[in-house]
């Protein structure tokens, strides 16, 4: 749930909600048809933007497949990941919420496993690249800010809290 929302809610606990409050709950309620209509249009063309990503990733890093034979199951597995938990912090309106449920986990995991930032990043970019590509223009403007998240925090240039790494 959204944290402000979940915030509000238990605050409000034991008594009615305020005007404020309610105008709060309103306004989520009221974006939530258009976040509900990306992630609609997400789920349609997720098979499209992960094997054009994929493609392009193998084509910029043409070695890779040979250092890790499983870098094309890996890879869509991945960014289809990334792509359900970017819905999902759309559907909560929450973008921390990528942080919690699977960025800090992840970047961990892509640290261990030995690959570049540059190379995070560059996968990442390329999949947001295709998501403008693939989405109609105004579900792409709200997926875009998630998947920037991801790029930053997985690639190592943000973390997790927010402040830049040194």
């Excluded at 992960?50 to 043409?62: C, F, G, I, Q, S």
Aim: negative net charge.
């Amino acid at each position: 749930m959204n944290r402000d929302i979940e915030t509000m809610l238990t605050a409000s606990e034991g008594r009615y909600p305020t005007r404020a409050e309610q105008a709060i709950l309103r306004g989520w309620a009221i974006r939530l048809d258009v976040r509900l209509a990306a992630i609609e249009d997400l789920k349609d063309h997720e098979d499209e933007i992960v094997r054009a990503t994929m493609n392009d990733v193998l084509k910029a890093y043409p070695d890779l497949e040979k250092r890790m034979p499983t870098a094309r199951e890996t890879g869509i597995r991945d960014i289809k990941l990334v792509l359900r938990y970017c819905a999902q912090a759309l559907i909560r309106d929450d973008i921390a919420y990528l942080d919690d449920s699977l960025l800090i986990w992840m970047a961990t995991i892509l640290r261990g496993l030995g690959l570049s930032p540059a190379f995070i990043r560059d996968t990442y970019e390329t999949l947001g690249k295709h998501v403008k590509r693939s989405l109609q223009e105004s579900h792409a403007k709200l997926l875009l800010p998630m998947i920037e998240r991801c790029i930053n925090v997985l690639s190592g240039q943000d973390t997790p809290d927010g402040q830049v790494a040194s």
